[in-house]
């Protein structure tokens, strides 16, 4: 399934490249308005940050949410107390797209995560033309070097690499390059299961002084409570705020005290 969606978003990257080459989405990349900093609005307070985000669909769960005004839902995160956005941009499985990204980018001014599933420069390059403040970088998906030189250009860009990971060897990969941003996903992306205990059972893995951000697995406060006595700095929650209240969830997931 993971080479699936990484082979299909490629090939749609490959697409609009047709249409905006790259040298001129590395012009509009250089152009476009300075990235906020993530890693202060993500470090700083006593509580868990909260990203959320803007999800219509998964491969293991279907359709979510019909979101016709991305914009809106955003604004709505961002006076409920999110600290930054996640917006998917993948179109085949997530029915999102880089317009997403544009509308978020215009209502809200919260740092932005890029979530694609993003494997080579084109993609990082339209991520930062497109507003972008943070973009992912899964580690089971790409291989290391191939990693590194993303993030490198992400972060000469001004963005921030998110890396997300899934178990020991990927974390401990995360800490060996210094990133600064790091996922520990409870969802396998090969059966697509969820084990909420897999953030506590890695976190100590990474350094201290970076952000650790638990993804996946919340239904509710009980498992924000959880992660942020495990040690997380952030949780990305995406289903439950789409498919719930999203307002008063991230109001009650945003005033929990971290650990």
């Given at each position: 399934?993971?080479?699936?969606?990484?082979?299909?978003?490629?090939?749609?990257?490959?697409?609009?490249?047709?249409?905006?080459?790259?040298s001129?989405?590395?012009?509009l990349a250089s152009t476009a308005t300075p990235s906020l900093n993530a890693i202060e609005v993500l470090s700083a307070g006593e509580f868990v940050k909260v990203i959320a985000e803007i999800k219509r669909a998964s491969p293991s769960k279907g359709h979510l949410a019909t979101i016709d005004d991305p914009a809106s839902l955003a604004s709505v995160y961002q006076l409920a107390g999110a600290s930054a956005i996640s917006v998917l941009t993948e179109q085949r499985s997530f029915l999102g797209s880089l317009q997403d990204l544009d509308a978020v980018r215009s209502a809200v001014s919260l740092p932005l995560l890029r979530k694609d599933?993003?494997?080579?420069?084109?993609?990082?390059?339209?991520?930062?033309?497109?507003?972008?403040?943070?973009?992912l970088l899964?580690?089971?998906?790409?291989?290391?070097?191939?990693?590194?030189?993303?993030?490198?250009?992400?972060?000469?860009?001004?963005?921030?690499?998110?890396?997300?990971?899934?178990?020991?060897?990927?974390?401990?990969?995360?800490?060996?390059?210094?990133?600064?941003?790091?996922?520990?996903?409870?969802?396998?992306?090969?059966?697509?299961?969820?084990?909420?205990?897999?953030?506590?059972?890695?976190?100590?893995?990474?350094?201290?002084?970076?952000?650790?951000?638990?993804?996946?697995?919340?239904?509710g406060v009980e498992d924000v409570k959880a992660y942020a006595l495990a040690g997380a700095d952030c949780v990305l929650v995406g289903e439950a705020l789409v498919t719930g209240?999203?307002?008063?969830?991230?109001g009650a997931f945003s005033r929990i005290g971290k650990a």
């Open positions: 399934m993971l080479e699936s969606l990484y082979a299909g978003a490629v090939a749609d990257a490959n697409a609009r490249q047709e249409l905006v080459s790259l001129e989405i590395e012009s599933f993003i494997a080579n420069e084109y993609q990082v390059l339209e991520a930062r033309a497109h507003g972008a403040d943070i973009v899964i580690a089971a998906g790409i291989d290391d070097k191939l990693l590194i030189r993303l993030k490198e250009l992400a972060e000469s860009l001004g963005m921030i690499a998110f890396i997300e990971t899934h178990n020991r060897a990927e974390v401990e990969f995360a800490a060996s390059i210094d990133a600064k941003l790091v996922g520990v996903n409870a969802r396998d992306l090969t059966t697509f299961e969820t084990n909420r205990n897999l953030f506590e059972e890695l976190v100590d893995l990474l350094p201290k002084d970076c952000i650790k951000v638990a993804e996946s697995a919340v239904r209240d999203a307002k008063a969830l991230v």
